[in-house]
């Protein structure tokens, strides 16, 4: 497709519960990055992916948080045993091979609400 | 500890008037800037960029302007119009980061008629 894609667009979640979140790159792009924006603040960089490998995990809570790429599926970020804090908008981006920041293509986000 | 800070939450300018958000970042190591923008309920679109080893960068209504002694940047939006009006978010990146942006926090834009 022509637009990053995911879903769902909200998630409510209990805490304690598992949240999965899922995301369709762009058809041709290989890097793959999840951002986290907290209360409209900044975006926090989580982790991205070059094809199905992990290219930096710098940003990611690895206690509870993992992501995967497989090939021919979407991509997906899930929180294991989720906090009040991890309430955020979880955004997913993608880029072509040879394309710099300024071909990062946003999705609209998904809304993660713990309670 | 955050290294790019947009000061300003909010600014209203009138419609045709020049809009300027302002953006410092800490990281003398950034080397390249971006602009973006956000509606309600979408994500962030890319707007404009500027290297290092530039001081403007023009495109259209929008200038970027680096001041890499003081660790600032600007954008200029002129002649501001009222579907200018959304989140503007200043990013940066250093190099070998794998891409990994810096976000600001947003300044908030209204250009009213």
């Known amino acids: 497709g022509e637009e990053v894609a995911q879903t769902p667009k909200h998630l409510v979640r209990g805490e304690g519960q598992k949240a999965k979140l899922y995301c369709a790159p762009i058809?041709?792009?290989?890097?793959v990055f999840w951002y986290q924006q907290v209360l409209k603040n900044e975006f926090k960089f989580l982790i991205s992916?070059?094809?199905?490998?992990?290219?930096?995990e710098t940003g990611m809570p690895k206690e509870r948080f993992s992501a995967k790429c497989l090939p021919n599926s979407p991509c997906s970020l899930e929180i294991q045993a989720t906090k009040l804090e991890d309430s955020a908008v979880y955004f997913c981006?993608?880029?072509?091979?040879?394309?710099?920041?300024?071909?990062?293509?946003f999705g609209s986000g998904t809304q993660l609400s713990v309670l | 500890d955050q290294q790019v800070k947009q000061n300003s939450p909010s600014l209203s300018v009138q419609e045709g008037r020049i809009s300027i958000l302002n953006c410092d970042y800490t990281?003398?190591?950034?080397?390249?800037f971006l602009w973006y923008k956000k509606y309600p309920a979408e994500g962030p679109t890319f707007l404009i960029s500027?290297?290092?080893?530039?001081d403007k960068n023009e495109d259209g209504r929008f200038t970027v302007f680096l001041n890499k002694s003081a660790k600032h940047l600007s954008l200029h939006i002129v002649p501001s119009q009222p579907g200018d009006s959304a989140v503007y978010f200043c990013?940066?990146?250093?190099?070998?980061?794998?891409?990994?942006?810096?976000f600001g926090k947003g300044t908030s834009l209204l250009v009213t008629p």
């Open positions: 981006a993608s880029s072509p091979q040879q394309g710099g920041y300024e071909k990062l293509f």
């Open positions: 058809k041709g792009h290989s890097y």
């Open positions: 992916f070059q094809n199905e490998n992990v290219f930096d």
């Open positions: 990281n003398s190591m950034f080397d390249y």
């Open positions: 500027i290297s290092s080893i530039k």
């Open positions: 990013a940066a990146s250093a190099k070998n980061s794998g891409y990994a942006l810096n």
